[in-house]
């Protein structure tokens, strides 16, 4: 990518490029230096994973964090988890290359896959009954309405360029915050001792992080490498790995020791369609997502602000979409909604598609009605998708269940960036409007495709969602 590209994404400044030209070594100035510690450059690639890596971390360690809050206490991995993810933000703000940016967000989702799942963990432990409910209709809200402020701030934070800092700015703001949240946490949450006799399935993880990551590797490096030979197998062998995971669990279960998830889940074949259908979806939502504001970027030279603002009607549809979903749709119409929703997702494609063929001079408001109405459709889904999913699993089983659907959920998310990622920058020269609507138009191919082949494994969800599985949401991914 050129450095016109990385600076139409605010990784890189004009002020950069002339005092890269300029400079020659052993020569350093104030500003120079200035310019390096707030601006970097970024390859597609690069950025592919700086935001895919991080889901793919935090997808792949969910699992084992939920066994050490059982082992250690939930309260005491919250807080070690909160106060790593804010050490890992501030390190991320530092950073004074794009290769070490990508390994430090590789950290902070490990921290939060320490993090994530010991929320929910002490709702469960503190309340109960109708004050259970009471807790995740609050508790809930809050995370949408999270999706919808997270893209507006870190936009016009990157675009306000406070003290020079720029995009350093989005992982500063988490560590004031953070602190805050550490103490508040210390202070009330409730001491509650872990269960030693929990065992940690150190294999099963390994397993899971290696055969993520062998899937995730080459979905980001085939395309810029032709793909080659090793892509195809390293996929096979992710898909392999995560066979050989279910046969691990089963027989550590048949041995009397504690596996990361309970086995029986894989045997049933509705979840496990279920399993496919979710990666489908998220991998769909998130890569074109990232698409959305690299088009509004890189062809139409919107800033990081203004494209967060692009964004918003999506996040708007997708809470109304999950409000009308969670309140009416899916307790009525069980697997249905979920059929529902990706039509109306399908129809937002095909209306963007109309509204990117307009002629004359493109405008945001041009493209809100269909990026307004995939972002419904895709609240629709969302509100429903677990639910319906965890009604094929028994009680026993719910906890492992969900935790499999989130940890691939997320997952989904990393190689949904990889894969849509890829087929926008393909081929791209220069940064062009031109350029940039045709390989839209492709993406939003690839993402009808998904959304078709989601619709049709919809069929063999279970009909009815579980009515006990309303703290099962999905994690929103960073």
């Known amino acids: 990518m050129s450095r016109r590209w990385a600076r139409s994404v605010g990784l890189v400044g004009p002020e950069e490029i002339r005092w890269s030209i300029a400079s020659r070594p052993g020569r350093s100035t104030p500003r120079s230096r200035a310019i390096r510690r707030s601006k970097l450059g970024a390859s597609p690639l690069g950025l592919q994973w700086v935001i895919g890596g991080y889901a793919l971390t935090l997808g792949a360690g969910l699992i084992i964090g939920g066994r050490l809050g059982d082992r250690y206490g939930r309260r005491r991995m919250f807080l070690l988890g909160l106060g790593a993810f804010r050490l890992a933000s501030a390190l991320c703000a530092a950073a004074p290359t794009i290769e070490s940016l990508i390994v430090l967000r590789l950290a902070q989702g490990l921290a939060g896959a320490m993090l994530l799942p010991q929320g929910l963990g002490l709702l469960r432990e503190n309340f109960s009954g109708k004050e259970l409910a009471q807790v995740f209709g609050v508790f809930g809200p809050v995370l949408g309405l999270g999706g919808i402020i997270g893209p507006v701030l870190g936009g016009g934070l990157i675009s306000a360029d406070l003290f020079g800092w720029g995009w350093r700015t989005v992982f500063l703001i988490n560590v004031p915050i953070g602190v805050t949240a550490l103490i508040v946490s210390w202070l009330i949450l409730p001491k509650r001792p872990g269960d030693r006799s929990v065992g940690i399935d150190l294999t099963g993880a390994a397993l899971v992080v290696a055969s993520s990551a062998l899937l995730v590797l080459p979905l980001n490096f085939g395309q810029e490498r032709d793909w080659p030979l090793w892509t195809w197998l390293s996929i096979a062998a992710g898909l392999a790995g995560f066979v050989g995971f279910g046969l691990q669990q089963r027989g550590r279960a048949a041995g009397g020791r504690t596996p990361l998830v309970v086995p029986t889940i894989f045997g049933r074949g509705a979840y496990t369609v279920g399993l496919v259908g979710i990666a489908l979806f998220f991998s769909a939502l998130i890569g074109t997502q990232l698409v959305l504001t690299l088009f509004l970027q ?128 393909d081929g791209i020269t220069t940064g062009s409007a031109e350029q940039a609507f045709r390989h839209t138009l492709t993406v939003l191919v690839v993402l009808v495709v998904l959304l078709v082949a989601f619709l049709a494994l919809t069929f063999a969800f279970p009909k009815k969602a579980r009515a006990d599985s309303h703290d099962t949401s999905p994690v929103p991914v960073a």
């Open 298 to 425: 890189i062809g139409h030279g919107f800033t990081a602000g203004e494209a967060g603002l692009g964004n918003l009607p999506v996040a708007i549809g997708t809470a109304v979409g999950g409000a009308l979903s969670g309140a009416i749709l899916a307790e009525r119409l069980g697997r249905v909604v979920l059929q529902l929703g990706a039509v109306i997702q399908l129809g937002g494609a095909a209306l963007l598609w109309s509204e990117l063929g307009h002629d004359g001079p493109f405008s945001i408001w041009g493209i809100v009605p269909g990026i307004a109405l995939a972002g419904m459709g895709s609240g629709v889904v969302i509100a429903a998708l677990f639910s319906v999913i965890l009604a094929a699993v028994r009680d026993d089983e719910i906890s492992s269940a969900s935790g499999v659907l989130t940890a691939v959920q997320s997952i989904a998310g990393s190689i949904g960036v990889a894969i849509f990622g890829s087929v926008f920058f």
